[in-house]
């Protein structure tokens, strides 16, 4: 009876247990916030090259576009996606992790207003749609990837988890 009151007053060793019970969630709590970070920086990244590939996309030349509404011409369809996936037109690494070409789709389209503004300065003239008004050429950049997490080594896919991002711009036809 002795020793077991002994035994039972005796703290060495508490830290550990409770360290031991408390490691688990610790664990859980640091890889969280580490995956959390990561997705919310590949969100960003991917949302800055889309916005970049618009821009450039907006400053080519109108010869480059063939129509109103589908896809771009080349070459500025090969050099937006370049841009959208490396920041450059030609070499560079990937920007955003997983990306692939068929990812990142660039479209046009006409607006003969934008935001309730009638087109004109460097539109004026440009009927390309057929309805005698002068059209904006506006260019579509946007990208879905399939995410890759970090933690995929301990058993967590990410299966699901997508990275969007879509910017437009008005061609200048610089």
């Known amino acids: 009876m002795r020793r077991l009151?002994?035994?039972?007053?005796?703290c060495r060793g508490a830290a550990a247990a409770e360290m031991a019970l408390v490691l688990p969630l610790l664990l859980v709590i640091l890889f969280s916030s580490?995956?959390?970070?990561?997705?919310?920086?590949?969100?960003?990244?991917l949302v800055k090259a889309v916005r970049d590939g618009a821009r450039f996309a907006a400053r080519?030349?109108?010869?480059?576009y063939t129509s109103c509404s589908g896809d771009v011409g080349e070459p500025a369809y090969t050099s937006?996606?370049?841009v959208v996936m490396n920041g450059y037109l030609s070499g560079g690494s990937i920007i955003t992790p997983n990306?692939?070409?068929?990812?990142?789709?660039?479209?046009t389209?006409?607006?003969?207003?934008?935001?309730?503004q009638?087109?004109?300065?460097?539109?004026?003239?440009?009927?390309?749609?057929?309805?005698?008004?002068d059209d904006a050429?506006?260019?579509?950049?946007?990208?879905t990837v399939n995410y890759r997490p970090i933690v995929s080594a301990f058993g967590f896919t990410g299966i699901g988890l997508t990275l969007n991002a879509a910017s437009e711009a008005a061609v200048a036809g610089m």
């Open 5 to 10: 009151r002994c035994f039972s007053r005796d």
């Open 60 to 64: 080519q030349n109108f010869t480059n």
């Open 34 to 45: 580490l995956e959390l970070g990561n997705y919310f920086m590949n969100e960003h990244t």
């Open 80 to 82: 937006t996606k370049n």
């Open 118 to 133: 009638t087109m004109s300065g460097i539109y004026a003239g440009r009927d390309v749609d057929g309805d005698t008004q």
């Open 99 to 107: 990306i692939q070409t068929s990812d990142i789709n660039v479209t």
């Open 109 to 116: 389209s006409c607006k003969s207003t934008v935001n309730g």
């Open 137 to 143: 050429l506006i260019v579509t950049v946007s990208a």
